[in-house]
């Protein structure tokens, strides 16, 4: 597991418009919040996306870009933004590399049933490259706005 103070790993990833996004792209100019989530359109996974829209103009006022992963195709993530209207990029991590690397592939039993899915978790970067919070096992109901207040005390 990742911890805080410890430089974040790169990456270099497709989002929703097929466009490769990359960690150094925001290095000396804003901060990251990297959050991890299981399925688009799922229901915790829809609240947590939506919270974040609502805040993003606050997010970007505080120098921060909203980034989401999961393992879901580009063309899940776009139908996912236009459904919704969400205002954030995601990164369809369908290799499962990116989750690798942040340490949120993990296995979970459900009903009984052991299966390997994403364990939804956070990470905010700051502009220099460094973990400056970590957050694994996130609740998504009121976590965008936890997530902004941990920016603004930056």
Request: charge should be negative; aromatic fraction near 10%; glycine fraction near 6%.
């Amino acid at each position: 597991m990742l911890e805080k103070s410890q430089p974040a790993p790169l990456f270099s990833s497709k989002n929703q418009n097929d466009e490769t996004v990359s960690l150094s792209d925001f290095f000396g100019k804003k901060n990251v919040v990297l959050y991890f989530y299981p399925k688009d359109d799922t229901p915790g996974c829809t609240i947590e996306a939506n919270e974040f829209t609502q805040l993003a103009e606050e997010f970007a006022t505080a120098d921060t870009v909203i980034i989401g992963v999961s393992k879901d195709s580009c063309a899940s993530h776009t139908d996912f933004i236009t459904k919704f209207d969400l205002r954030l990029d995601l990164l369809a991590d369908v290799d499962g590399e990116l989750c690798e690397s942040y340490g949120v592939w993990r296995e979970r039993e459900k009903n009984g049933v052991k299966s390997m899915a994403i364990f939804r978790s956070t990470f905010i970067i700051n502009k220099v490259g460094i973990l400056v919070d970590v957050e694994y096992g996130v609740t998504p109901d009121g976590h965008a706005q936890a997530v902004l207040n941990k920016i603004k005390s930056l």
